[in-house]
Each structure stands twice: as structure tokens, then as C-alpha cells.
């Protein structure tokens, strides 16, 4: 069964970093395709970033454009996500997300992604 396990979330002050983790276990991680999405209280799940099987290709959503990094290391069935110049707007659940799917593909829609993690808060103060 293939499980994702975020980590990483907490407290951050505005301006500041955070850096996110997602482990994928119990599947060949090279497989899948990876997306970060994030939930605030009363609005949809939105996408943050994504990135293909092999990394070689990236999505971000406008928002997060030069303010995240989205990566992955697949020897270590890892992706990640690295927050900068935070806001008190990306307050937020943050989840992982995968899909096995077409080599080299980006998937930037939640109905994309059939495996999800459990998230992880990520909170930022004024």
C-alpha cells in the first residue's frame, strides 16, 4: 500500500522559511509524479507546485512563483517544498500528493492525484 507522510510544518514568522517533506513508501517513488497543494480554513484545496517523475520539469502555481521550490530526490522516495519570503496568507494545511502517470507530464489539478497524504500545518504570523 503506498503511503505518503508529510513533515516539516510549524510556526514561521512573516519573511521567514519553512522547508516541507513528503516521504512516499510502499511503491517504486520514480514512478510518480508529485504535487504539493494546500487548504486554508473556508477555501478549496488549491494547488501549489508539482514536478515530474524525473524533476526535470516544475509547476507553480503565480502566488508561489519565486517564493517556493519544489524538488525531489529519488533515491530518498522524497519530495519537497521550500517556502520562502512567507506571508500570512500561506497559512494553510499543506498536503503532498501522487500519481503514476505519463513520463514527463505535470499534473497541476487536484482530481489529477489519487494518492494523498495527511498534512501538515504550516502557520505564519504578522
Do not use: H
Not at 510518480?32 to 484545496?45: H, I, L, S, T
Not at 519570503?85 to 499534473?107: F, M
Request: contains cysteine; charged residues 15%.
Amino acid at each position: 500500500q503506498v503511503q505518503l507522510v508529510e513533515s516539516g510544518g510549524g510556526l514561521a514568522q512573516a519573511g521567514g522559511s519553512l522547508r516541507l517533506s513528503c516521504a512516499l513508501s510502499g511503491g517504486t517513488f520514480s514512478n510518480y509524479a508529485m504535487g504539493w497543494f494546500r487548504q486554508a480554513p473556508g477555501k478549496e484545496r488549491e494547488v501549489v507546485a508539482a514536478i515530474t517523475q524525473s524533476g526535470g520539469r516544475t509547476y507553480y502555481a503565480d502566488s508561489m512563483k519565486g517564493r517556493f521550490t519544489i524538488s525531489r530526490a529519488n533515491a530518498r522516495n522524497t519530495v519537497y517544498l521550500q517556502m520562502n519570503s512567507l506571508k500570512p496568507d500561506d497559512t494553510a494545511v499543506y498536503y503532498c500528493a501522487a500519481r503514476e502517470g505519463v513520463i514527463g507530464t505535470i499534473y497541476s489539478t487536484r482530481r489529477a492525484y489519487d494518492l494523498w497524504g495527511q498534512g501538515t500545518q504550516v502557520t505564519v504570523s504578522s
